[in-house]
């Protein structure tokens, strides 16, 4: 029946108010007794009684009164379809919210037309009045009833499409802050007054709030400023006790049907009573390890809420999908929210700064291009480094960064070509912008209003964990770059899996070696040149240059250089910095390497590994293998620079050659060769 199926059957208007009239104090009596008897006496053994243990003794004669007011609303004179079903919708989402099962309703509403029915026996001779408040009583009742349970239907639907939604957003987030900021967007969009939290785990073992949706910002904020504990996973201390603590440690999710009422909420209760929490639900995401990594703790306004059916089938799904959508993404560092709230800030108010690093040929050490770099300036106008806020970003953050940083850096190629120095920029494009066709837009158009050509520019496609999800796509949005002239280069190879991976599937100009793996050689020099060596001859073999990045003294770029590589850039050849600075630099710079006389040992080292590669390439052909033996390495060079005939470093090298003649792997070549490294290593720990 729609509504004006109910008012033809004359249970509402002028018909409906003459029966009714005159016995409005009666039925508010049989109301608030009905109430009375039931919460305290039958509701007591029966499964409701669930429902009511979550309340406190204030809340539970709220309760009684409130239901006391709706049945005396329900057999009101002038009610009117259309305020009977809003009354209803509303009430009908709180009984599906805080668990109330459509049964016990249905069994509450039969009894109270019982009571309703003899108090009009009572009160009324038996007549057409009778039997006419009767019927209004009871296809009320039953038109109640009816609001009541489409209201539980609304809640299922509307759990169902967060469900749905979240999942969209589990497959197509491009970082972890995308990922919690739109699950969020989603979790805010279900009935009962949730909010929440996200947290990980910093260095020290604390946990740390990344994001939050709600009033649980407040509650966030309270606990930042110290007017509650913070929340905390350790076993040890009392906050690690509570829920958030017991989820983190067990892996399994944990729920609080009475926020307000348990004791281990004393210290919060204050705040979180004041923001409405009646209930909580603690949610671990673990790895495939099933290590908890991260915690996602919600709150609701209603008792039970997180208890329900519906509700608890739904954290279960969101434990499973988003442990292992956040697992993906944990490359992400920790960045507690306040600090991630002061960059997105600073970014908002147009806070950027751009300086840049220059890239040198390795061959002959003139300027190839620099590549610009983005800096946030805090309040004091001191700079915040990239590694520190870009984590902190979203996809529309770094949108917006790339903008501004391509705006100002075509701004700048203008001023250095006015200035004498014609140059390329290097500007990076973040992984998840492959086939975004609104960054080729913003290319081309800013391109176009500074009047340059796209040769001038090269995107570094940065290093991303996340699987590359439509292949054929970004192929065809790079190679409509490409064509137009802008040069793809991989950012950061060898840093993950997966730049070999794009490296394979992308036709790039040229790769960037990620400068972790350069800085090892302050560890293990062997090992960082051997990078750099096999990194370079991949790339040769696909026919592009190799960059080497983070090449901070004299004999990281010695080496680089003697290893093959194209391209350096680090401190050691310049610091980034501003615009104006660059052809004071370029003026000055005089390039410190000659290949032919390494000055440093890990010049000499990177020498020595090169002819051991080509010494091991001639097992095939002994006679040119004996004849390369008696070729003299870097390492001879090495020793003459520095006056070190009748060292042991001279003396291994002298052996060296003579057993090199037997082939590489030769037990006493090996032996020496290990010696040679080793020696070496020791005069690289002192050049630092």
């Not at 009033?215 to 076993?235: F, H, L, N």
């Not at 950027?352 to 983005?374: D, F």
């Not at 190629?413 to 998840?432: C, K, Y």
Request: with cysteine; aromatic share 8%; net charge negative.
């Amino acid at each position: 029946m729609e509504i004006h199926d109910w008012d033809s059957a004359n249970i509402y208007g002028a018909a409906a108010a003459d029966s009714l009239r005159g016995i409005e104090q009666a039925i508010r009596g049989v109301a608030e007794a009905f109430s009375n008897e039931f919460y305290e006496t039958l509701a007591r053994a029966h499964p409701i009684a669930d429902v009511i243990s979550r309340l406190s003794p204030e809340e539970f004669d709220h309760l009684k009164s409130r239901q006391a007011e709706y049945l005396g609303m329900l057999l009101a004179p002038d009610l009117t379809a259309e305020s009977h079903a809003t009354q209803a919708h509303r009430a009908g989402t709180t009984h599906a919210l805080v668990g109330v099962a459509p049964t016990w309703l249905i069994e509450s509403y039969a009894l109270f037309q019982h009571r309703i029915h003899a108090m009009l026996r009572d009160l009324l001779p038996l007549s057409e009045r009778r039997e006419r408040t009767q019927r209004v009583v009871d296809l009320r009742a039953l038109y109640d009833l009816r609001e009541q349970l489409t209201s539980y239907d609304a809640v299922s639907r509307g759990v169902a499409s967060v469900l749905a939604s979240v999942d969209r957003h589990v497959l197509s987030a491009a970082n972890l802050s995308d990922l919690v900021r739109e699950v969020f967007a989603s979790l805010a969009e279900l009935d009962g007054d949730v909010s929440g939290f996200f947290g990980r785990a910093d260095a020290q073992g604390d946990l740390q709030f990344e994001a939050t949706f709600g009033v649980a910002d407040r509650y966030y904020q309270a606990m930042e400023s110290g007017v509650i504990p913070k929340i905390s996973i350790a076993p040890n201390v009392p906050a690690g006790q509570g829920p958030s603590g017991r989820a983190w440690r067990t892996g399994h999710v944990v729920v609080s049907n009475a926020w307000m009422l348990e004791p281990d909420r004393a210290p919060w209760r204050s705040v979180g009573g004041e923001l409405g929490f009646r209930s909580s639900a603690a949610i671990p995401l673990s790895d495939e390890s099933g290590r908890t990594v991260a915690l996602i703790t919600l709150y609701s306004g209603f008792p039970g809420f997180f208890s329900t059916n519906r509700i608890g089938k739904f954290l279960g799904h969101l434990h499973h999908v988003l442990s292992r959508a956040v697992a993906l993404r944990m490359h992400a560092p920790v960045i507690p929210l306040l600090e991630r709230q002061t960059y997105r800030g600073l970014l908002e108010a147009q806070r950027v700064a751009v300086l840049y690093q220059p890239i040198v040929s390795l061959k002959h050490g003139e300027l190839v291009k620099v590549e610009a770099l983005a800096r946030l300036l805090d309040d004091d106008d001191d700079l915040i480094p990239a590694e520190r806020f870009l984590p902190a970003f979203g996809e529309a953050d770094l949108r917006e960064l790339f903008e501004r940083v391509l705006g100002r850096a075509c701004s700048d190629l203008r001023t250095l070509e006015r200035g004498g120095i014609r140059t390329r920029v290097s500007i990076n494009i973040p992984a998840q912008a492959l086939g975004d066709t609104r960054y080729r837009a913003m290319l081309l158009d800013t391109l176009g209003a500074h009047g340059l050509d796209a040769q001038r520019v090269t995107l570094e496609v940065l290093e991303t964990s996340e699987d590359t999800t439509d292949v054929s796509k970004h192929q065809g949005f790079l190679a409509s770059l490409r064509d137009l002239g802008v040069e793809i280069e991989q950012d950061d190879l060898g840093s993950a899996h997966s730049s070999l991976v794009r490296l394979d599937q992308y036709p790039f100009d040229g790769v960037k070696i990620d400068q972790a793996l350069v800085r090892g050689a302050t560890r293990n020099p062997q090992r960082a040149l051997e990078f750099i060596l096999y990194l370079s001859r991949l790339a040769h073999a696909l026919s592009i240059p190799a960059t080497v990045e983070g090449l901070e003294h004299p004999g990281m770029i010695e080496a680089a250089a003697l290893l093959g590589a194209d391209r350096g850039q680090g401190y050691g050849i310049a610091m980034p910095m501003p615009a104006s600075e660059l052809a004071a630099w370029h003026k000055a710079y005089r390039y410190p390497v000659d290949v032919r006389a390494p000055r440093t040992a890990l010049g000499a080292m990177a020498g020595y590994l090169l002819w051991d590669l080509q010494l091991s390439e001639l097992a095939r052909w002994p006679n040119l293998r004996d004849e390369f033996a008696q070729h003299t390495s870097a390492v001879e060079r090495f020793v003459e620079e520095r006056s070190l005939h009748g060292t042991p470093l001279d003396e291994h090298l002298r052996r060296a050659h003579e057993h090199a003649r037997n082939g590489s792997h030769d037990a006493l070549y090996k032996q020496t060769r290990l010696a040679i490294i080793d020696a070496l290593r020791v005069y690289c720990l002192t050049e630092r």
